[in-house]
T-cell receptor
Framework: KQEVTQIPAALSVPEGENLVLNCSFT??????LQWFRQDPGKGLTSLLL???SQREQTSGRLNASLDKSSGRSTLYIAASQPGDSATYLC?????????????WGLGTSLAVNP | GAGVSQSPRYKVAKRGQDVALRCDPI?????LFWYQQALGQGPEFLTY????????KSGLPSDRFFAERPEGSVSTLKIQRTQQEDSAVYLC???????????????FGEGSWLTVV
């Protein structure tokens, strides 16, 4: 069964810390993997998309890595800020064409304290 | 099942055809969301229900899109006169409480994949 797990479920850190969010998936035959953030009362915001052939993607203070062989992705946030407080979701896409499937983790709830 | 269920999983529609996508949220969940995700893009928010009340429909891209949740449980997203740019996966999500806040778990369905030809 294809499953996506995110650890930790919740994280509280002081401002300025570097932190790592983890996403693991049971089936390594992925099409791509995406990281999103969800702010209270808002929709999802796509952060980074990693294709199966890629090892990492970077955007500003965010870096996402992908290791298919071990079934893991990490989202690294440098110099965290209170504005980074949100829920971070990992989603893995499998298959192509009419056999595509999107599997979501339950998210990591991040609080960055000033 | 215990999760969010969406149907149909896959739909191929001819341009101009009307389609209806169904979402069964987790029983007892107050909040229900619809998102649209084009291939290779992140999901875009469409609309939000709290029980049967549609509190936010600001993301619906045109008046061809209509969503309802008449009894506060099952929701239907209807697209009239479909066009090719409507091709996307439509995601439904639910959560137990009101507008999600940090720490409020949101559960997603596997999506309905719509292809308009």
């Amino acid at each position: 069964k294809q499953e996506v797990t995110q650890i930790p479920a919740a994280l509280s850190v002081p401002e300025g810390e570097n932190l790592v969010l983890n996403c693991s998936f049971t089936d390594s035959a992925i099409y791509n993997l995406q990281w999103f953030r969800q702010d209270p009362g808002k929709g999802l915001t796509s952060l980074l998309l990693i294709q199966s052939s890629q090892r990492e993607q970077t955007s500003g203070r965010l870096n996402a890595s992908l290791d298919k062989s071990s079934g893991r992705s990490t989202l690294y946030i440098a110099a965290s800020q209170p504005g980074d407080s949100a829920t971070y979701l990992c989603a893995v896409m499998y298959g192509t064409g009419n056999n595509r499937k999107l599997i979501w983790g339950l998210g990591t709830s991040l609080a960055v304290n000033p | 099942g215990a999760g969010v269920s969406q149907s149909p999983r896959y739909k191929v529609a001819k341009r101009g055809q009307d389609v209806a996508l169904r979402c069964d949220p987790i029983s007892g969940h107050v909040s229900l969301f619809w998102y649209q995700q084009a291939l290779g893009q992140g999901p875009e928010f469409l609309t939000y229900f709290q029980n049967e009340a549609q509190l936010d429909k600001s993301g619906l891209p045109s008046d061809r899109f209509f969503a309802e949740r008449p009894e506060g449980s099952v929701s239907t997203l209807k697209i009239q006169r479909t066009q090719q740019e409507d091709s996307a996966v439509y995601l439904c999500a639910s959560s137990l409480f009101g507008p999600p806040s940090s720490g409020n778990t949101i559960y997603f369905g596997e999506g309905s994949w719509l292809t308009v030809v």
